[in-house]
């Protein structure tokens, strides 16, 4: 599938890309959320890895820009952030995000959740399959 990933930590971007090319999946990167929104736009994506703690706009307001394009409406959005109190995990799902995965990215497993994420789908209304 194509994913696109909006992260500004090389390190992120490295680690996801070889979990995500190790499974045959094609990735695009964002290192903000402009341009993040910008790629989505041009060319819609399977899934969203977003991070939250990004410059220029933080993931909560690109969640919410991309909920408004009507392109995105099926795509599942996932929060990828260390952030581990409940309260920004809530956060992220109001912001419009479907899922949210932990940082530091367990490598055994994540490739798995993002796939899970995907699998469980997104209905056209807006609210989880
Ligand atoms: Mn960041």
């Known amino acids: 599938m194509n994913v696109l990933v909006i992260e500004d930590n ?3 971007l ?9 499974r045959q999946h094609r990735m695009e990167e964002a290192r903000n959320g402009p341009d993040g929104i910008a790629r989505a736009i041009e060319r819609p994506p399977d899934v969203v890895l977003l991070d939250i703690q990004l410059p220029l706009m933080d993931g909560y307001e690109v969640a919410r820009r991309l909920r408004a394009l009507r392109t995105m409406d099926a795509i ?4 990828v952030t260390s ?3 409940s309260g920004d995990r809530q956060k992220a799902l109001e912001a ?3 899922a949210y995965v932990e940082k530091p990215i367990d490598p ?3 490739a798995d959740q993002v796939e899970a994420v995907v699998a469980a789908g997104r209905k056209a209304d ?3 399959a």
Do not use: K, W
Request: net charge negative.
């Open 83 to 85: 952030y581990a109190m």
């Open 108 to 110: 055994d497993t994540f």
């Open 14 to 22: 490295y680690l996801v890309r070889f979990l995500l090319e190790s």
């Open 126 to 128: 807006g609210s989880r």
């Open 10 to 12: 090389d390190q992120n």
């Open 76 to 79: 599942p959005i996932v929060a």
């Open 96 to 98: 419009g995000c479907d």
